[in-house]
């Protein structure tokens, strides 16, 4: 969904009104396009501890939150910034002391400007999501948002193209299991997502709170005013592409250079700590469905990606019960279950052979783990007793998403 950059330089109101300042006088003095050059002059001679910066561009950025918000424009072509008529308004409600007129404001530039692309404060973001419309719009929807849980949002949308309400019900499940968003963002994308400034700004500037569980909240004026239309608030900023079954899963763990996924030590760990899809979301049908990623060239240690999270919705749907055998009994896992493993019974390394997704539901069996162990490293006839009656046990599942072989070309082919 294209590159979606945000604000970086800054969230302090000094160094936003002082901007702000700036293109007001250039503009009261009928020379209201201001020069980059000019611009880091006024700037540096106001701060003292931008004097010692010898990057140009990021004192010009001292001034991104005013564009970032519509209440400048900024001409790439000219390298000159103007004030709007709305940073003018603004510019006096401030010095009024008017709070409510600026809130007003924010709410005008919320309904009316795009932030993922089109905004001059970020010239190469070109994302279909809105940053600030999705973090307010996710405050009225959800209770109050955490910063983990805006990282996690903005992952969900842009990252994997998930729709708003497919990323919500993603969240309502990672706050009910987790609080380890490294379970499903990598810490590049964590580090990304959990440092935005225009969340600090909005805070800084009293059209935002926190709560005592650091979660944002609107101001109370901003929420009795304002609430139902930022409800309503439109997170694109055009009309999305259709999300594809065959995007990348959530909890890939590519570094695993084998292709057993299933006795994986890291694997199953990450099985063990991640928690199931909703069945009935979109999300799991699109994971589920998806199209089998294309093996890149003749690499036969390739690993085809599998989704972690799938493999813990089989678990659930077998209600952590072994497959073989459902009395067999292990301990309690991390996530308060009884542990079980689950077990591609068609392996992944078939999935060169099929054009249908193996990394699903009802290719995945729950195991305990001897039962599993037994499977890869039994005598044959342990083998065979184990896979036969689990391949009759769901052959009519494997059949009924286009899965078809008989149990001895598959343990003939894949087991032996």
């Given at each position: 969904?294209?590159?979606?950059?945000?604000?970086?330089?800054?969230?302090?109101?000094?160094?936003?009104?002082?901007?702000?300042?700036?293109?007001?006088?250039?503009?009261?003095?009928?020379?209201?396009?201001?020069?980059?050059?000019?611009?880091?002059?006024?700037?540096?001679?106001?701060?003292?501890?931008?004097?010692?910066?010898?990057?140009?561009?990021?004192?010009?950025?001292?001034?991104?939150?005013?564009?970032?918000?519509?209440?400048?424009?900024?001409?790439?072509?000219?390298?000159?910034?103007?004030?709007?008529?709305?940073?003018?308004?603004?510019?006096?409600?401030?010095?009024?002391?008017?709070?409510?007129?600026?809130?007003?404001?924010?709410?005008?530039?919320?309904?009316?400007?795009?932030?993922?692309?089109?905004?001059?404060?970020?010239?190469?973001?070109?994302?279909?999501?809105?940053?600030?419309?999705?973090?307010?719009?996710?405050?009225?929807?959800?209770?109050?948002?955490?910063?983990?849980?805006?990282?996690?949002?903005?992952?969900?949308?842009?990252?994997?193209?998930?729709?708003?309400?497919?990323?919500?019900?993603?969240?309502?499940?990672?706050?009910?299991?987790?609080?380890?968003?490294?379970?499903?963002?990598?810490?590049?994308?964590?580090?990304?997502?959990s440092d935005t400034k225009f969340a600090s700004f909005l805070q800084n500037i009293g059209f935002l709170v926190q709560d005592d569980e650091r979660k944002y909240r609107l101001s109370s004026y901003v929420s009795n005013i304002y609430k139902d239309k930022i409800k309503n608030l439109n997170i694109y900023n055009g009309e999305p592409p259709i999300v594809k079954s065959s995007n990348p899963v959530l909890f890939d763990d590519t570094s695993v250079d084998t292709k057993d996924t299933d006795c994986n030590t890291t694997y199953k760990e990450s099985v063990s700590k991640t928690v199931p899809y909703d069945i009935n979301?979109?999300?799991?049908?699109?994971?589920?469905?998806?199209?089998?990623?294309?093996?890149?060239?003749?690499?036969?240690?390739?690993?085809?990606?599998?989704?972690?999270?799938?493999?813990?919705?089989?678990?659930?749907?077998?209600?952590?019960?072994?497959?073989?055998?459902?009395?067999?009994?292990?301990?309690?896992?991390?996530?308060?279950?009884?542990?079980?493993?689950?077990?591609?019974?068609?392996?992944?390394?078939?999935?060169?052979?099929?054009?249908?997704?193996?990394?699903?539901?009802?290719?995945?069996?729950?195991?305990?783990?001897?039962?599993?162990?037994?499977?890869?490293?039994?005598?044959?006839?342990?083998?065979?007793?184990?896979?036969?009656?689990?391949?009759?046990?769901?052959?009519?599942?494997?059949?009924?998403?286009?899965?078809?072989?008989?149990?001895?070309?598959?343990?003939?082919?894949?087991?032996?």
């Open positions: 969904m294209g590159n979606l950059i945000m604000p970086k330089q800054t969230a302090a109101l000094d160094r936003f009104f002082y901007s702000l300042e700036i293109f007001y006088k250039a503009f009261q003095n009928n020379d209201p396009d201001v020069t980059n050059e000019d611009f880091k002059r006024q700037i540096t001679n106001h701060f003292e501890d931008l004097r010692t910066r010898n990057d140009g561009a990021k004192i010009v950025k001292q001034s991104e939150m005013t564009r970032y918000f519509g209440f400048a424009y900024h001409s790439y072509a000219n390298n000159t910034t103007t004030i709007t008529d709305r940073g003018i308004d603004f510019y006096i409600a401030n010095q009024d002391s008017d709070y409510n007129k600026c809130m007003d404001l924010l709410v005008e530039s919320l309904e009316n400007d795009t932030f993922g692309r089109n905004n001059t404060a970020i010239k190469t973001s070109d994302s279909y999501i809105d940053p600030p419309k999705l973090l307010t719009k996710a405050i009225v929807d959800f209770d109050g948002i955490s910063r983990k849980d805006l990282a996690l949002l903005l992952y969900l949308t842009h990252d994997m193209e998930l729709s708003y309400d497919d990323a919500g019900i993603e969240l309502n499940r990672y706050r009910a299991k987790s609080d380890d968003i490294s379970i499903i963002i990598t810490p590049e994308k964590v580090n990304k997502y979301s979109l999300t799991f049908k699109n994971q589920n469905e998806r199209i089998p990623a294309d093996m890149p060239g003749d690499n036969r240690n390739y690993r085809y990606p599998t989704d972690t999270r799938l493999a813990k919705t089989a678990l659930m749907l077998s209600g952590y019960l072994c497959e073989f055998d459902t009395t067999h009994k292990t301990f309690t896992g991390k996530n308060d279950e009884q542990f079980m493993e689950g077990h591609h019974l068609i392996p992944m390394t078939a999935q060169k052979d099929f054009s249908i997704n193996l990394d699903r539901v009802e290719n995945i069996v729950s195991l305990c783990p001897n039962c599993h162990s037994a499977i890869h490293y039994g005598q044959e006839a342990e083998r065979k007793k184990v896979l036969l009656k689990l391949y009759n046990e769901r052959q009519e599942e494997l059949s009924s998403v286009g899965l078809n072989i008989s149990f001895n070309e598959l343990f003939n082919k894949y087991y032996q």
